[in-house]
């Protein structure tokens, strides 16, 4: 698999990384019933497949995403390179808590550290700016820590221009990760060349849009979404949105099919077109599901496609702007 530098740093990653956000199970942000097992095992097979880096976060299904990875790299021998996140806690009853306190991210990266099973985080990120007044100190401990050799690089996510541009006074961000794919491109605005000229990388999440690109969606699948899936609540799920999408994916799939292609690895592609970006977070909660979308790595999108794909983007916004 192709791999590409993160920032200034020494790691490289390749262009398609394994995310962990969905195989958590329930919680507020849950994807529905999770089966452990397929959860290891599309770790495993990702790992086989040759993807050498995991993105994981503490809140995905309350702590049990990072103790299934931890579960996963103790039945093979490979050592992929390990991003985890701080900053969101959850109370007695679930709720989500933004804490940037010292301490409080202290101790995260060592229950991190115990429950992945390793000595040390290879990109440690701070998951949301939240509160917005506390990045600064949070961003200072989280430093701390890379200095005392518990985390190799800090990143953000979610961060704004202004944001990063307040932290990097205190420590080089190495990476960001932002949100970007196909239906949300505000990363193009102004971060991706920011990013680009301060030798900061990008690994962007949700390049299938939570899987409304990938072919597999339609009314009847929207339906029978558990009730406790979060894409139920989720604004592009609602119409117009939803509808303008399905129709879209209608039009790609041609232009996936004569290159041969599934329309989950043209969503991954598209992505990785942009040479700001380092690599792309790509989720899955089954063995096939990372098996079918890690080959997106090595597929480069003629120039004529992205013009077609750009034109059928430009149709779809005129769709949902005209209800």
Not at 181 to 206: F, T, W
Not at 230 to 253: G, M, S, Y
Request: charged share 25%; proline share 5%.
């Amino acid at each position: 698999m192709r791999t590409r530098k993160l920032g200034y740093t020494d790691l490289e990653l390749t262009t398609v990384g394994l995310g962990t956000w969905a195989m958590g199970g329930p919680w507020l942000y849950g994807w529905g019933p999770q089966d452990d097992d397929e959860a290891i095992g599309a770790v495993l097979t990702a790992l086989e497949k040759g993807i050498n880096w995991i993105d994981t976060a503490p809140i995905y299904g309350l702590g049990h995403s990072e103790e299934l990875v931890g579960k996963a790299l103790k039945q093979t021998s490979q050592k992929p390179l390990i991003a985890t996140k701080c900053g969101l806690l959850w109370s007695e009853q679930n709720h989500r808590i933004p804490c940037l306190e010292a301490k409080s991210i202290r101790e995260e990266c060592h229950t991190s550290l115990k429950k992945l099973g390793v000595d040390v985080i290879d990109l440690y990120q701070m998951h949301w700016p939240q509160p917005d007044e506390d990045i600064e100190k949070g961003w200072e401990e989280m430093a701390k820590l890379a200095e005392q050799g518990k985390v190799r690089y800090i990143g953000v996510s979610n961060y704004s221009l202004e944001q990063i541009k307040r932290i990097q006074k205190i420590a080089p961000v190495a990476s960001l990760q932002p949100p970007y794919s196909m239906l949300h491109r505000k990363v193009e605005d102004e971060l991706l060349s920011y990013c680009a000229q301060n030798d900061i990388g990008v690994v962007p999440y949700s390049p299938m849009q939570r899987g409304l690109l990938t072919g597999k969606f339609s009314q009847e699948r929207l339906g029978s979404l558990a009730l406790d899936d979060h894409r139920r609540n989720n604004a592009d799920f609602q119409e117009p949105q939803f509808t303008a999408t399905l129709q879209l994916v209608d039009e790609l799939r041609p232009i996936a099919e004569r290159n041969g292609r599934t329309l989950a690895q043209l969503a991954v592609s598209w992505v990785l077109r942009r040479p700001e970006v380092t690599a792309a977070i790509v989720g899955a909660r089954r063995p096939e599901q990372i098996a079918e979308t890690f080959t997106a790595s090595d597929w480069d999108l003629s120039p004529e496609d992205i013009d077609e794909i750009e034109q059928l983007l430009v149709k779809r916004q005129e769709r949902t702007a005209a209800k």
